[in-house]
């Protein structure tokens, strides 16, 4: 844990007004709308938060809580190549290294894609073209940003994928995607992300197509890379396992806002929000009993078209009628500082949270 | 990669003789059900019982059915002699046999309206690849566009319309109306432009329904390529929309093109019926549509086979360049 405190990723408010900003990637008040027939789709709805190199930030949630959308907005891939769907509806600000993304110059933002932030999808198979051999994708990703010769790039291609620990490098990279294993195409997946060293890694959520033990590896992987390139890390997952082996800072995500953030052991021992009592209460955990049930959280996540009035979790939240007045139900809580870089957007009282996290929740985990 | 050629010729090899077995079979079995004896109606209908029963006995039309399979089968590959009494045909190899008709060899024949056919095809599919895969491909990046729905309009008319309507109307247009073009077939030994005013129509009429249809199954697929997540990656990369477009997203989407044109392609090598009639083109679709009007079964014979085998070395072509596109398909 002593890793853990040392954190240096801020997590705070963004300012009203916008000056630029000064940490390496900042993101303020981030909305991702979708115009559909059925009515408009807030995927991300207000999205705040601060991110340094070198530091890792875990994006917890649902599915369906926004998690992946941001990361996509922050690639600025919601715009690119959109051919005849109704664009997606983007707003507020993302700062990455002192350049304002949204209202940059699109082949701008498309020259630092692959250079200055790289993202590792999910299901390694989909993710690469079935056509091309691994390294010729590789080298296509290098020479894409790099003005080098094939040779030069051939051999940083097999230097990657020595890096990442796939064996005999030299022979497969002329392998195909479906010569390899899942995670070995995760591997391959993770060296073509950072073969240009970018100061940006976006990895959404490299594990979950893969074997539990392959997944172990993989973020090992990635957590070495990280201290060897000394990138920024932003992990996307549904697991609070895997945050918690990585990240600096949490943030849990529902609905498409943020409800809890904070440096990954507050968010862990210290969780102020019912649904990340609710998280932390579904994960399955080696070291307690066997005939504990898990707890799932009750309910299923909110439509994010009509997003529930008051706070979004209020119809699955056991304490929703703990506050006076209804307020859960007519009132949005903000996002509030409730200890040391430590947020949460609840209506229980401090008191009241501190009392069933000690008294109800933690004892039962 | 190579044992996997080899697998492809070896089964196109097999197909090949199952074709000829099968087409055949039509000759031998076809004037059978239609209660037709095939000497009397390549001697005529007033004639003289010997002269039926010299064909018959020249053509082996008495031998058992296997000798007969053997003989036609060895015909085409080393040539066969007809033979009754001191009268002896030599027919050499490919041989078809002779018409009932004219008593021409069907072979020459054939080799002479070949080139007419494949000039047709061939030229009409070079039209119809651009202009169909192009028009999907732009219909798909502008999905919804008026550029979209009027490319998808006329496509459906493509589709719809049949050639003798189109080709028709063309006739009527631009040869008759506006005398453009004298539609009128020149080999292309004697005139190369006369040839090519010649041919312009028919490339034109039969190239508009198919690409039609190809612009239809472009956009299609091209729709449900730019889905994908490699295409996402390909764009996460950092790649220029053209190469997403271009390299990523095309090479998937020529997989089902490939294997449609391998399939119209050799079908029309076989004949385009219904265009050669329309502009009166001495092709191979002309001969088996008169052959098939006079019944006259060695001709059938020979344009089916050639038709088969076309359509046999074009799928084993597309099988090959689908491999060579396709990594995945090497193993299978």
Known sequence: MTELSKSGAAVGEPTASSPASTSFLEVRDLKVHFPTDDGLVKSVDGLSFQLERGKTLGIVGESGSGKSVTSLGIMGLHTAGQYGKRKAQISGEIWLDGTELLTADPDHVRKLRGREMAMIFQDPLSALHPYYTIGAQIVEAYRTHHDVDKKTARRRAIEMLDRVGIPQPDKRVDAYPHEFSGGMRQRAMIAMSLVNNPELLIADEPTTALDVTV?????????????????????????????????????????????????????????????????????????????????????SPPSLINVPSGCAFNPRCPYADLPKDNVTRTVRPDLTEIGDRHWAACHLTPEQRERIWTEEIAPKL | ML????????????????????????????????????????????ADPAAVNAVREKLGLSDPIYSQVWEFFKGIFAGRTYAAGGDVTRCAAPCFGYSFRSEQAVWPVLTDRFPVTLALALGAAVLWLVFGVAAGVLSALKRGSLWDRSAMVVALGGVSLPIYFTGLLSLAIFSYGLKWIDAQYVPIGDSFTGWLGGMILPWITLAFLYAAMYARITRATMLEILGEDYIRTARAKGLREQTVIGKHAMRSTMTPILTMLGMDLGALIGGAILTETTFSLPGLGQKVLDSIKTQDLPFILGVTLITSVAVLIANLVVDILYAVIDPRVRLA
């Open chain 1, 215 to 299: 997944q172990a590896q993989i973020l090992d992987l990635i957590r070495d890379l990280q201290k060897e390139f000394g990138s920024a890390v932003i992990i996307i997952t549904h697991d609070l396992g895997v945050v918690a082996e990585l990240a600096d800072d949490i943030l849990v995500m529902y609905g498409g806002r943020c409800v809890e953030r904070g440096p990954a052991e507050k968010v862990f021992y210290e969780p102020r929000h019912p649904y990340t009592w609710g998280l932390l209460g579904s994960m399955p955990r080696l070291d307690r009993d066997q005939q504990e049930r898990l707890i799932p959280v009750k309910g």
């Open chain 2, 3 to 46: 044992a996997y050629l080899i697998r492809r010729l070896f089964a196109a090899a097999v197909m090949l003789a199952v074709i000829i077995l099968v087409v055949f079979s039509i000759f031998f079995l076809v004037p059978k059900w239609a209660g037709v004896d095939i000497a009397t109606s390549f001697v005529g209908k007033q």
